[in-house]
């Protein structure tokens, strides 16, 4: 508040005070605050970029888009700005602007977002086919940049193109018997073809590149998954450990626990989850399966109760069906399995 007396116009110090009043609980006053610090420094897009982001943490996407949507008139070349504002669009089902808006981000001279356009199209839009031949296009032109082929490997892969995957590794590999990146993709191709010798050789290799590369200790867990179940629990441990958000291989390791070393380890594991990660379906049903295997019913029940008001999975409405089994609803238990039949 002294900055701010001795600098009113200091859009940090606004942006630091809003800080200050979110974290005590006062979102109207952080909201006045950036809004004031915005009308004053009209060629200025930090303010309103803090206020997109404060209406985006309060789920009020309308407002956030039109936030960002003034950067970006302040500054078309303020990456926080376009990064908000796709997002946002994308968010709110505006597609083609969103399409623009990372269209003009990947022009940009940032080399981290030369792939934003394509990656909108392969993961947002399902358009495979155009975000292939992007990302062609500018792995022709920036051979170096790994990023760019990393991406591409990726959605070779969406698409089970493998052999174009394998063969763009391989041209990498052939370079630089030692790039990490393409090592990894390419232990991932050796591990879904079932080739695990190789790709146990290829991860060792990153690991003595890099030895605290989480992704690189859960791919050697899969690597060991139908070989050697001391090592696979060993790595995806260590993957957890260096990483913990590194979901998948807290999933797995969590499924680990439940199959070898009981309920209670698996349900002590997601417990260390983030809670906005906990609201995945796969971490639901593992939870669940614990609770089920742990015979804690009411526990249950009221777990099973909260899923299914959010989203009727049939994964869940089995998971329902099994407990009124257990509780001798057969006929509760039926329509549960009939409503996932009907859904799949």
């Known amino acids: 508040q002294r900055a701010m007396a001795d600098s009113p116009g200091s859009s ?19 909201e006045d605050i950036l809004k004031r610090a915005s009308d004053q420094n009209p060629r200025d897009p930090d303010a309103a970029i803090a206020l997109g982001r404060l209406y985006l943490s309060l789920n009020r996407a309308v407002a956030a888009k039109s936030a960002f949507q003034k950067a970006v008139e ?9 990064v908000g504002l796709g997002a946002v669009q994308a968010s709110v089902g505006d597609s083609v602007e969103a399409e623009h808006t990372y269209q003009h981000l990947s022009s940009l001279p940032d080399p981290r977002f030369r792939a934003t356009h394509a990656l909108f199209l392969l993961q947002q839009q399902n358009r495979p086919a155009e975000a292939i031949a992007e990302l062609e296009r500018l792995v022709l032109r920036y051979g170096s940049d790994r990023d760019l082929r990393t991406a591409l490997v990726q ?34 191709l050796q591990i879904m073809a079932g080739k695990y010798s190789e790709a146990e050789q290829g991860l060792r290799e990153v690991l003595r590149q890099k030895p605290d590369f989480a992704y690189a200790h859960y791919a050697l867990a899969r690597v060991f998954r139908w070989r050697h179940q001391a090592m696979e629990s060993q790595e995806l ?55 089920f295997a742990l015979d804690r019913r009411a526990e249950l029940r009221a777990s099973l109760d909260a899923d299914l008001t959010h989203g009727r999975a049939p994964a869940l409405l089995m998971q329902d069906a099994l407990l009124r089994i257990r509780l001798g609803d057969f006929a509760g238990a039926r329509q549960s399995v009939l409503d996932a039949l009907n859904k799949n």
């Open 74 to 82: 302040r500054d078309g070349t303020s990456i926080p700005a376009l």
């Open 155 to 188: 959605a070779y892969i969406k698409v089970d193109r493998l052999p174009k995957a394998q063969a763009l590794l391989s041209a990498a590999l052939a370079q630089n018997s030692h790039d990490s990146d393409a090592l990894l993709q390419m232990a991932d």
């Open 12 to 30: 940090s110090s606004a942006i630091n005070l809003a800080t200050a009043k979110m974290a005590n609980g006062d979102a109207k006053q952080a």
């Open 237 to 291: 441990s260590e993957a957890v450990r260096l990483d913990p958000n590194l979901l998948p291989a807290r999933i797995e390791l969590a499924r680990f626990l439940l199959l070898h070393k009981g309920a209670t380890a698996c349900l002590d594991l997601l417990k260390q989850i983030p809670a906005s990660e906990k609201q995945t379906l796969d971490i639901t049903v593992l939870y669940n399966t614990a609770l």
